[in-house]
């Protein structure tokens, strides 16, 4: 199985970010997200045999994190991938603990994990043109209590996700 770890958002601020998405489409071409489809990736596992879906789930229970907010304050063109992607202006320092534990946890766990530094954001166009300007983006709510173990199948209409398990943070 595909997998990875994720934020989600709640239904209603997905379907904003879903609609400024179809707005700013407009301006770069390429493909918009779908409103179930939004989320930002905290950790990449890729293929992995069912065998290790429990050492998976065990290594992100060993997580500890207090909930904060996701500050969604700024939209950009990455040139290079050719996406538009919005997010704090600034990762959350909670959310910064929050993915390299994550993935500290899961590296001692036997998974092999990019070293890359974490850069909350997430994708909202894909195939991107640069445009002249962007949308303003509204004022959204997104409460970061809980990060999810997600399923990715890929298929002709591109990828779809399914949540396998649910990690809430604790005070
Ligand atoms: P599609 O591939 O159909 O455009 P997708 O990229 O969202 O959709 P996946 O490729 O399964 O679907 O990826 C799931 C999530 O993991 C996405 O947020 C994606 O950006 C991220 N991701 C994919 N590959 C990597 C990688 N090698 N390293 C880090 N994150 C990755
Ligand atoms: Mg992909």
């Known amino acids: 199985m595909r997998l990875f770890f994720a934020l989600w958002p709640a239904p209603g601020t997905a379907a904003a970010l879903a609609l400024w998405a179809a707005k700013a489409q407009r301006e770069t071409g390429g493909r918009a997200a779908r409103a179930e489809a939004i989320h930002l990736t905290l950790a990449?596992?890729?293929e992995t045999e069912d065998a290790r879906l429990s050492a998976a789930i065990d290594a992100a229970r060993s997580v500890r994190c207090a909930p904060h907010a996701l500050p969604i304050e700024q939209a950009r063109h990455w040139k290079r991938q050719s996406i538009v992607w919005?997010?704090?202006n600034e990762?959350?320092?909670?959310l910064v603990a929050l993915a390299a534990d994550l993935k500290s946890a899961l590296m001692r766990a036997?998974?092999?994990i990019e070293a890359r530094p974490f850069e909350a954001h997430v994708t909202l166009i894909r195939k991107a043109r640069a445009p002249r300007a962007l949308p303003p983006l509204p004022v959204l709510d997104w409460p970061v209590d809980e990060f999810l173990l997600v399923?990715?199948?890929l298929s002709n209409e591109g990828s779809s996700y399914t949540i396998l398990e649910r990690f809430p943070l604790g005070a």
């Open 91 to 94: 990762t959350p320092a909670p």
């Open 86 to 88: 919005v997010g704090p």
């Open 44 to 46: 990449f596992l890729g």
């Open 110 to 112: 036997g998974f092999a």
């Open 151 to 153: 399923r990715s199948t």
